[in-house]
């Protein structure tokens, strides 16, 4: 059964306001509490001993007593009303968002209902307008929502192109229409990840994405950051024929997942990544043929785990990257026939890289540094 992410952001689920007559009189004990700390703040400063007793009531007096009871007045009334604007902008800005949330239901239905149109236009159509919808969104539950739908798209069954039947012109149509708008969602998504792109859109770093199952034969997530609190999944994703992008992509405290991917034959290029924290698990993944290059990539933070992954064919390289603070850990690895490349590679050796129990792991790895030969049990 395919997990589901959670999303753990709150909203405010509607207005809750509390009785006026409770709100006016903890309004004014409030100003009663700071006008007597005010007054005896005062006493203390000008270090008054007491007060000048009055044995007869001068007019002066009496007419100060005056203002200070219209003054009192004055202050209530003012206190009152300001209590009844606050609710009144309280009770307009929760309509405000009724009425857009209403409103967002609605194109959200119409772009949604696009989806399950037969033509390949419509269903652009459809994907461009749930993506402005999530850029649009009242709230960040809203947009999660319209996220989560343009991810499930890509989970729908697929057939690659080299699985389709030989000389069938219909079906090789069908493909590329499908794969047009699989692609466009793809593209969509970097868009909004990517820290070049934020001027023009709204970013959605920080927001789950659950890619599990998805079957890619391409695609384009050069630039993008998975900022922390995210969850983005590509659990028991294959990746076949094509070439799916990770070029200078940010792991920076999220929590990205290829456990038990399965990498068949495509090119998943990390090239020149950034992981500064967070975690990145390709834990049981299955490497058969194809390549997966993580050259110029810097680990400064965070986890690259590849425990208990299978390699049995193909290389996976880490060329000229640079290993400093992070860990890279191929504990319980099984290479059976692939390579794993460290030409050039700078910093510390990856965790348990030299060594495991039962079997050595030398085999199979290329380009070691002589310090991690020598430094490593």
Not at 19 to 41: M, R, T, W
Not at 129 to 158: E, F, K, M, N, S
Request: aromatic share 10%; net charge neutral.
């Amino acid at each position: 059964m395919i997990p589901k992410l959670i999303y753990r952001r709150r909203e405010r689920r509607g207005l809750r306001l509390w009785n006026v007559g409770l709100v006016l009189v903890l309004a004014f004990l409030a100003a009663l509490a700071i006008a007597a700390a005010v007054f005896f703040a005062g006493w203390d400063l000008l270090g008054a001993r007491g007060l000048k007793e009055e044995r007869r009531l001068t007019s002066q007096t009496l007419f100060d007593l005056v203002k200070l009871a219209f003054g009192v007045v004055a202050g209530a009334g003012a206190l009152v009303a300001l209590v009844v604007a606050y609710r009144r902008q309280r009770v307009d800005e929760d309509g405000a968002l009724r009425e857009a949330t209403r409103l967002h239901t609605e194109r959200f239905t119409t772009a949604v209902s696009q989806l399950g149109e037969e033509s390949a236009a419509v269903r652009l159509g459809g994907v461009h307008a749930l993506a402005g919808l999530a850029d649009d969104a009242p709230t960040d539950l809203l947009r999660q929502t319209c996220i989560d739908v343009l991810c499930a798209y890509l989970r729908l069954p697929y057939t690659p192109q080299a699985d389709l039947p030989p000389d069938d012109t219909a079906a090789r149509h069908a493909y590329l229409a499908l794969r047009e708008v699989r692609h466009t969602i793809i593209r969509l998504i970097r868009d909004r990840l990517s820290v070049d792109r934020e001027e023009t859109h709204v970013s959605w770093q920080g927001h789950d994405l659950d890619f599990t199952g998805v079957v890619f034969d391409g695609g384009d997530f050069t630039g993008a950051v998975f900022a922390p609190g995210a969850t983005v999944s590509f659990r028991g994703a294959q990746f076949f024929d094509g070439m799916v992008n990770f070029t200078r992509a940010q792991f920076c405290g999220g929590t990205v997942n290829f456990d038990r991917a399965q990498f068949l034959g495509s090119m998943v290029c990390f090239d020149e990544v950034h992981v500064c924290g967070g975690a990145v698990g390709f834990a049981f993944a299955q490497f058969c043929e194809g390549r997966v290059e993580f050259d110029r990539a810097r680990f400064s933070g965070g986890t690259v785990r590849f425990a208990c992954a299978r390699f049995s064919g193909g290389t996976v390289s880490f060329n000229q990257s640079q290993i400093s603070a992070g860990t890279v850990d191929f504990t319980a690895a099984d290479l059976c026939g692939s390579m794993i490349r460290f030409d050039g590679a700078e910093g510390h050796p990856p965790t348990d890289l030299l060594r495991r129990t039962g079997r050595p792991l030398r085999r199979g790895l290329g380009g070691l540094p002589a310090a991690w030969l020598t430094s490593t049990p």
